[in-house]
Nanobody, 125 residues
Framework: QVQLVESGGGSVQAGGSLRLSCAAS????????MGWFRQAPGKKREGVAS???????TYADSVKGRFTVSKDNAENTLYLQMNTLKPEDTAMYYC???????????????????WGQGTQVTVSS
């Protein structure tokens, strides 16, 4: 059983930065795709960024140039560096994991098998 635990959320003013972490433990896949998703109140959950087993990264258009996804394989930890935050980035952020493959670049929620509980990010104007 895989466990994913997010941390690093908080409240910041517009233009600020936050770094989210997601620690993975338990059984792991031989090749892994990990992603960040977010859900704002009253909205559907959406893909933010992903990193495939080969290091390939994908970003939603809304965060390109501002967010950076990375992974420390030795520590089994996924990161999301968020810069130049905007009020519209306010949401619960979730990390997720699935088998590595071409689908990792598609940021489709249903492709992911394992999910964390989420960490709240609030950006004030």
């Amino acid at each position: 059983q895989v466990q994913l635990v997010e941390s690093g959320g908080g409240s910041v003013q517009a233009g600020g930065s936050l770094r989210l972490s997601c620690a993975a433990s338990g059984a792991t896949y031989s090749s892994t795709c990990m992603g960040w998703f977010r859900q704002a109140p009253g909205k559907k959950r959406e893909g933010v960024a992903s990193i495939n087993y080969d290091g390939t990264t994908t970003y939603a258009d809304s965060v390109k140039g501002r967010f950076t996804v990375s992974k420390d394989n030795a520590e089994n930890t996924l990161y999301l560096q968020m810069n130049t935050l905007k009020p519209e980035d306010t949401a619960m952020y979730y990390c997720a994991q699935t088998y590595g493959g071409f689908w990792c670049a598609l940021l489709r929620e249903y492709e992911y098998n394992d999910w964390g509980q989420g960490t709240q990010v609030t950006v004030s104007s």
